[in-house]
Each structure stands twice: as structure tokens, then as C-alpha cells.
T-cell receptor, first 115, second 117 residues
Framework: AQSVTQPDIHITVSEGASLELRCNYS??????LFWYVQSPGQGLQLLLK??????LVQGIKGFEAEFKRSQSSFNLRKPSVHWSDAAEYFC?????????????FGRGTQLTVWP | DSGVTQTPKHLITATGQRVTLRCSPR?????VYWYQQSLDQGLQFLIQ???????AKGNILERFSAQQFPDLHSELNLSSLELGDSALYFC????????????????FGPGTRLTVL
């Protein structure tokens, strides 16, 4: 069964610092991977997604993520964090076969940005 | 703004009651998904409808049901409510022009926060 682990519940960084949010997945085949961001009172917004091809994926708002099959990871990165990036970030794996179309989410990482 | 609308934004009700949550997908989107976000379980997939028909079921309780209407809006019905049903319920939609397409982005609405007292 598909599952996603986000080891860090809460991360605090200073504005302008670099950021890496970790995501590990469990899946038997090539996964479909996503990062979403949830701001307070808002729905989830897609930052980026990986289906195949280049393992370094560029997303919106200056985010990127790298798929590493050998480590079953899909970590999200940003070189310089802005105060507006404070939010909760969710990694998700997309189902295949009988679970096609549904998303399996990690528990999320809350990002706090210090001025 | 994702283009997915959900009503109401907030709902407060008592145990044992029944409520209906409504979702209007983005214009042209054929698939609607329902997710539940709770402190205990995190974000969980509940159910998916495609062009009016149920396509996939996740961890949806028997007390919960959903449907998608000809105009493609969807409703999630929650009955015999319990305290543990308090959660944020999200609706998402995707184009899904090819049945079974996995590449479509799911666009999420702002959610309905349900509080059961």
C-alpha cells in the first residue's frame, strides 16, 4: 500500500535561509509524487508534481523537488525562504491501479519563518 | 483561488445529526474527490466521482455518502454524527478527460470545517 512519511512535524527557518522539507514514500512501482501547500484558512495548492522524466522538478513560488528512487524520497527545497512561505506543506503520492486518482498524504510539515 | 467552491465554510451541529456539504468543481472538471482532514488521521481520501458515477472509495464510513449531480456539483452527506467526525472536509476536482488519467492536477477547495458538539 502507498504511504508517505514526513519526518519533520515543524521546521523553523530565518527569512532568506535555504529550506529543505523531507518526504519519504512507500510504493512498489514508479510513484506519482506531489507537494501541496496549505495556508491558514485556505485549501491546498499544488506546488509541483513528478510523474516521470527529469528527477529535478521545478514548481511555483521558487520551489523545486528532487525524486531519488534509491532513497524513496521526494524532498522539497527552496534556496531563499520568504516570510510568506510560512504554511503547512504536504507531500502526497498518487495511487495507481485500483487506487488510481486518489492521493495519499503525509502528516504535513509546519513551516515557521523568522523575520 | 482554485475555482473549486465549497459551502458552507463552517458548520456546527450536534451529535446524531445529519449534514450536507456541497462542492462545485472548476468549470469543465469531470472528477470530484472528497478528503477529510483531522488531527487524528491527517488528510484522508474518502471518495471520488467521475461524471456522475462513483469511481473509487477510500476510508469512508458507512454513515457517510456522496453523490455527483448532472451539473457535476457534488454533495457529501454525513449522518448520525459523532464527535470524532469533527474535521475539515475538502473537495477537489480534476479535468480527467481520459478516464483513469493519473496526470491531472487535483484542485482543492477551501474546505468546510465541521464541528460536532
Amino acid at each position: 500500500a502507498q504511504s508517505v512519511t514526513q519526518p519533520d512535524i515543524h521546521i523553523t527557518v530565518s527569512e532568506g535561509a535555504s529550506l529543505e522539507l523531507r518526504c519519504n514514500y512507500s510504493y512498489g512501482a514508479t510513484p506519482y509524487l506531489f507537494w501541496y501547500v496549505q495556508s491558514p484558512g485556505q485549501g491546498l495548492q499544488l506546488l509541483l508534481k513528478y510523474f516521470s522524466g527529469d528527477t529535478l522538478v521545478q514548481g511555483i513560488k521558487g520551489f523545486e523537488a528532487e525524486f531519488k528512487r534509491s532513497q524513496s524520497s521526494f524532498n522539497l527545497r527552496k534556496p531563499s525562504v520568504h516570510w510568506s512561505d510560512a504554511a503547512e506543506y504536504f507531500c502526497a503520492v498518487g495511487g495507481r491501479g485500483s487506487t488510481l486518482g486518489r492521493l495519499y498524504f503525509g502528516r504535513g510539515t509546519q513551516l515557521t519563518v523568522w523575520p | 483561488d482554485s475555482g473549486v467552491t465549497q459551502t458552507p465554510k463552517h458548520l456546527i451541529t450536534a451529535t446524531g445529526q445529519r449534514v450536507t456539504l456541497r462542492c462545485s468543481p472548476r468549470s469543465g472538471d469531470l472528477s470530484v474527490y472528497w478528503y477529510q482532514q483531522s488531527l487524528d488521521q491527517g488528510l484522508q481520501f474518502l471518495i471520488q466521482y467521475y461524471n456522475g458515477e462513483e469511481r473509487a472509495k477510500g476510508n469512508i464510513l458507512e454513515r457517510f455518502s456522496a453523490q455527483q449531480f448532472p451539473d457535476l456539483h457534488s454533495e457529501l452527506n454525513l449522518s448520525s454524527l459523532e464527535l470524532g467526525d469533527s474535521a475539515l472536509y475538502f473537495c477537489a476536482s480534476s479535468v480527467d478527460l481520459l478516464a483513469g488519467s493519473f496526470t491531472d492536477t487535483q484542485y482543492f477547495g477551501p474546505g468546510t470545517r465541521l464541528t460536532v458538539l
